[in-house]
Structures are given as structure tokens and as C-alpha cells.
């Protein structure tokens, strides 16, 4: 098992910026696959980005050229730099984790954090 934890939500103006962290504990990090989910109320839980252990990152075509995701497998954090952010980019944002068997993973994984609340809004 692992447990998340985010961190780094916050209100902030249009076209700035914020890096989310979300630390992990309780298992092999490098052993899973790491993801970004956000919530907007009202909407459902879509996936924003994930990084598979080696490093390489996909998204949403949404954010794709402002958000950027990264993992530090020596601290067990996984990283969401998000920058020009619009107001569409509010929404509650999840850390996940999904168990990498047999070279695969499937997403979204078994493991879920609290949730950090990501405004944007002037």
C-alpha cells in the first residue's frame, strides 16, 4: 500500500503559476505509476497528467505546454508545475497511484490522496 499527501494548492491570478507536491509513503515509490486527477464542481474527475518511474510524462491535451509533471524518486514525491493558469483550471486536484505489474499499469490506480484545492480567479 501507499499513502499520498498533497500540497501547494492555493488562489491565484490568471496566467500565473503553482507547483503542486504530493509525498508518498508506505511502498516502493518507483514501483508506480504517478498521476494528477482534478475535480471542478459539478464536473467529473478527469486525468490532468502522469509520469510513468522511468520519468516520462503524458497529459491532457487541456494542459499540455503549461503544466508540467515530475517525479524525485529519492524523496518519493511526485511534482505538478502548472503555469498560465486560467480559470477552467479550477478544481480540486488528486494525486494517484497505480501499481506498475508486469511492465503495465492501469489508471487510475487503487491509490488516492485527500485532495488540494487549486484556484484560479482575480
Known amino acids: 500500500q501507499v499513502q499520498l499527501v498533497e500540497s501547494g494548492g492555493a488562489l491565484v491570478q490568471p496566467g500565473g503559476s503553482l507547483r503542486l507536491s504530493c509525498a508518498a509513503s508506505g511502498s516502493d515509490f518507483r514501483i508506480y505509476t504517478m498521476a494528477w486527477y482534478r475535480q471542478a464542481p459539478g464536473k467529473q474527475r478527469e486525468l490532468v497528467a502522469f509520469i510513468n518511474s522511468g520519468g516520462s510524462g503524458n497529459y491532457a491535451t487541456s494542459v499540455k505546454g503549461r503544466f508540467t509533471i515530475s517525479r524525485d524518486n529519492a524523496k518519493n514525491t511526485v511534482y505538478l508545475q502548472m503555469n498560465s493558469l486560467k480559470p477552467e483550471d479550477t478544481a480540486v486536484y488528486y494525486c494517484?497511484?497505480?501499481?506498475?505489474?508486469?511492465?503495465?499499469?492501469?489508471?487510475?490506480?487503487?491509490?488516492w490522496g485527500q485532495g488540494t484545492q487549486v484556484t484560479v480567479s482575480s
Open positions: 494517484n497511484a497505480a501499481r506498475v505489474r508486469s511492465g503495465s499499469s492501469s489508471l487510475p490506480g487503487a491509490y
